[in-house]
C-alpha cells in the first residue's frame, strides 16, 4: 500500500521532479488510463498553487500526501501556511466551453475532467485540495 508524503519548494522548477516521483508511486497501482490522469491533475494543481497562490510566506513548503485505498489513490495538496484559501471547484471552466486557442484557462477544468473525486477544505490552519483517482479504468 502506498502512503507518502513529501514537501515542496513553492518554486515551478520544482513542480516536474515531484509530479515524476509522485506519478511513478501511484503508477504503481493505476492502470495506465488512470496514471494519464493522475499526472495532469496533480502538474495542474501544483502549478496553480505555485503561481497563483497568494502567500505571506515564500519560503513556506506545499505539503502533499499520497494514499491508497482499496480503490482509489488520494493526492492531498495543503495550501502553504498563510496562503489564502482557493477552492477550484468555484472557478473551473467546463472544457468545452474554452476558446481552444487561449493560452491559458485550461487548468482548473482538466482537474476536475480528469479526477473522479474533488474536494477542498479547511484542515487545521490550512486548506487541502483532495483529488481522488479511481483504479478502475473509466469506460467511454
Not at 490522469?37 to 513548503?61: W, Y
Amino acid at each position: 500500500m502506498i502512503s507518502d508524503s513529501f514537501r515542496l519548494d513553492h518554486a515551478l522548477e520544482s513542480i516536474d521532479p515531484m509530479v515524476q516521483l509522485l506519478s511513478a508511486k501511484a503508477g504503481r497501482v493505476l492502470p495506465p488510463e488512470a496514471q494519464g490522469r493522475f499526472a495532469i491533475c496533480v502538474s495542474e494543481a501544483l502549478t496553480n498553487l505555485v503561481l497563483h497562490s497568494k502567500n505571506s510566506n515564500p519560503d513556506a513548503q506545499i505539503q502533499i500526501e499520497l494514499c491508497e485505498q482499496d480503490t482509489a489513490v488520494t493526492v492531498e495538496i495543503y495550501d502553504p501556511c498563510g496562503a489564502d484559501p482557493f477552492d477550484l471547484r468555484e472557478y473551473a471552466t467546463d472544457l468545452s466551453k474554452l476558446d481552444v486557442m487561449a493560452e491559458s484557462g485550461r487548468g482548473l477544468g482538466l482537474i476536475m475532467a480528469c479526477a473522479d473525486h474533488v474536494t477542498y477544505d479547511p484542515v487545521g490552519n490550512k486548506h487541502r485540495l483532495k483529488l481522488t483517482i479511481n483504479k478502475e479504468e473509466r469506460v467511454g
